[in-house]
């Protein structure tokens, strides 16, 4: 694989951090606090272009490849909120995608390009309260009618559940055909039956709203089936790998910046007459989290450089998918034991990375869910 970034990647690093630095990251501590950030934030990523990186330009897009949406995780951990960063990103790369790929042209002029400017918020409704990992299981029936569907259920852990004008539905259209008796449908919030029910507390990503939603005899049209009737769960399993990748490279990033403050604090804290950083052992910590840290990035770059070149690389995808959440998460634990009692106190951030980033080895497949694909692509 050569490097795979070219200047014009460079350039819209620079340019997605300049405004993520400026515009996002002064807010975070009062978001943070709120527990919300305002919707306009959609709206201005939009203006700029960073909610259509890799789309096709005559749908408003930037006709980027797939590594742009690698350097828009990246930067986005700048904000220092997970929490929005999350939010934006199931925007990007995981309710509009599938929009974009199984759509007709009017789903399309409707609901994707909006959804590139920030008018249109989407979330994903996937997961329900008896099935997460086997999505096969879901219960969340669409009952074939005279003109359309009627849709009876309930999803939990919705991100963007409360804001969100639309959202990209997993449900159940045959419960006799196994796997091929699940369908896509692009459901407006406002429908008659769509009711947000709760939203949930939760122990980090405070800033993202997640939300529990009930389907009350909600009656969808025949064009809100995205995608072929039956084809739901392919097409939502080749959603979770873009979706994955992408919360892979967004754990990388912000395993550095947390290895970072971590490696700057432990040169100016002294113990002992001398600072931390040359007591060996916690030297050799640091120089763990460099390497784990680094080992994550190239199977995230060399991944995201074979997604660019056309393939759909499943396993590699996984391991991505599994390395970067145990290394964010041990970087995260090891830094806040850097940071000794300040780390464990609210008055520095350290606890906050430690916090969100628990949330990448369960979201959107958890470790196990992981391992299960890469042992039976590796044949077990
Ligand atoms: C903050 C947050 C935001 C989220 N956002 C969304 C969203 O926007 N949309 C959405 O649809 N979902 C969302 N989710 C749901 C998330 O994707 C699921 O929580 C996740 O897929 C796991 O499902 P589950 O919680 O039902 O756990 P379960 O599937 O019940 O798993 C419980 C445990 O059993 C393990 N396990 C399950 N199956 C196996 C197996 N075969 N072998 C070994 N171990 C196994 C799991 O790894 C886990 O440890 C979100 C979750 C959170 C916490």
Redesign the pocket.
């Known amino acids: 694989m050569p490097w795979p970034f070219s200047p014009e990647h460079d350039e819209l690093r620079s340019s997605i951090r300049s405004f993520v630095e400026s515009e996002l990251a002064p807010n975070a501590e009062e978001w943070e606090d709120q527990s919300d950030f305002p919707d306009w934030v959609f709206r201005r990523l939009g203006e700029l272009g960073f909610l259509g990186l890799s789309y096709p330009e005559e749908y408003g897009g930037g006709g980027g490849d797939y590594l742009c949406n690698i350097v828009l995780a990246e930067e986005m951990t700048r904000c220092n909120s997970g929490g929005v960063a999350m939010a934006v990103a199931?925007q990007t790369d995981?309710a509009v995608p599938p929009v974009h790929k199984f759509g007709t042209e009017e789903q399309k002029k409707k609901y994707l390009m909006p959804a590139l400017t920030g008018e249109r918020i989407f979330?994903?409704?996937?997961?329900e309260p008896n099935?997460?990992?086997?999505v096969a299981s879901i219960k969340t029936r669409a009952v074939k009618v005279d003109g359309g569907w009627v849709v009876n259920g309930r999803?939990t852990?919705?991100?963007?559940g409360r804001r969100a004008h639309t959202m990209t539905l997993v449900a159940k259209t045959d419960t006799d055909a196994g796997h091929k008796g699940i369908t896509l449908f692009i459901v407006d919030t406002d429908t008659e039956g769509y009711e947000v029910s709760r939203a949930l507390d939760?122990l980090g990503?405070h800033t993202?709203d997640?939300a529990e939603i009930v389907f009350d005899d909600m009656f969808l049209p025949d064009d809100a089936v995205l995608g072929e009737v039956g084809e739901g769960f392919y097409n939502i399993s080749w959603e979770l790998q873009g979706e994955r990748l992408f919360g892979a490279a967004a754990a990388v990033a912000g395993a550095q910046r947390t290895l970072d403050a971590a490696s700057s604090y432990a040169q100016q804290r002294k113990t002992f007459g001398r600072p931390i950083s040359k007591h060996q052992v916690i030297r050799h910590k640091l120089a763990d989290m460099a390497t784990e840290v680094e080992a994550a990035r190239q199977l995230v770059y060399s991944t995201a450089w074979k997604v660019a070149q056309g393939d759909y690389p499943v396993r590699e995808i996984s391991m991505a998918k599994l390395l970067s959440g145990q290394v964010a998460w041990n970087v995260a634990d090891q830094a806040l034991q850097i940071f000794g009692g300040y780390g464990y106190s609210m008055e520095i951030p350290i606890q906050r990375a430690w916090r969100d980033t628990r949330?990448i080895r369960?979201?959107?497949?958890?470790?196990?869910?992981m391992r299960?694909i890469i042992g039976r692509m590796e044949g077990l």
């Open positions: 199931v995981m979330c994903l409704g996937i997961t099935a997460g990992s086997d999803k852990y919705i991100t963007n939760k990503m993202s997640t949330l369960i979201g959107a497949g958890t470790d196990e869910v299960e």
